[in-house]
């Protein structure tokens, strides 16, 4: 059974920081492309960030661009999210996902949502000002 496992969230005060972590289970897992996204209350779930199986293509939505980095460990099927300079608007609880196809070690990864097929439970990001 594939899963994935997401923690690190938490409150943290305007302008701090928070690493998520994302523990994945029972696939080749540096075949696939890894992805962030967010969704806050009352609001549609939003990509946030992206990485190919290698690691050497990665993607960000424009606003958090030079303040979050995704990255990933192969050898211990994780994928990261630091985010900096956090704020009140970013709060909303954190997905990562595995995308649905075993092509993207080498291939840019995808930033649709759809092509993202297993989700974790996601964990809550809370941002205080």
């Known amino acids: 059974q594939v899963q994935l496992a997401e923690s690190g969230g938490g409150l943290v005060q305007a302008g701090g920081s928070l690493r998520l972590s994302c523990a994945a289970s029972?696939?080749?897992?540096?075949?696939?492309?890894m992805g962030w996204f967010r969704q806050a209350p009352g609001k549609e779930r939003e990509f946030v960030a992206t990485?190919?199986?290698?690691?050497?293509?990665?993607y960000y939505r424009d606003s958090v661009k030079g303040r979050f980095t995704i990255s990933r460990d192969n050898a211990k099927n994780t994928v990261f999210l630091q985010m900096n300079s956090l704020k009140p608007e970013e709060t909303a609880v954190y997905y990562c996902?595995?995308?649905?196809?075993?092509?993207?070690?080498?291939?840019?990864?995808?930033?649709?949502?759809?092509?993202?097929?297993?989700w974790g439970q996601g964990t809550q990001v809370t941002v205080s000002s």
């Open positions: 996902a595995a995308g649905n196809s075993a092509t993207y070690y080498l291939r840019a990864p995808p930033r649709n949502s759809y092509e993202y097929e297993l």
């Open positions: 029972g696939r080749t897992f540096s075949n696939y492309a």
């Open positions: 990485i190919n199986g290698n690691g050497a293509i990665t």
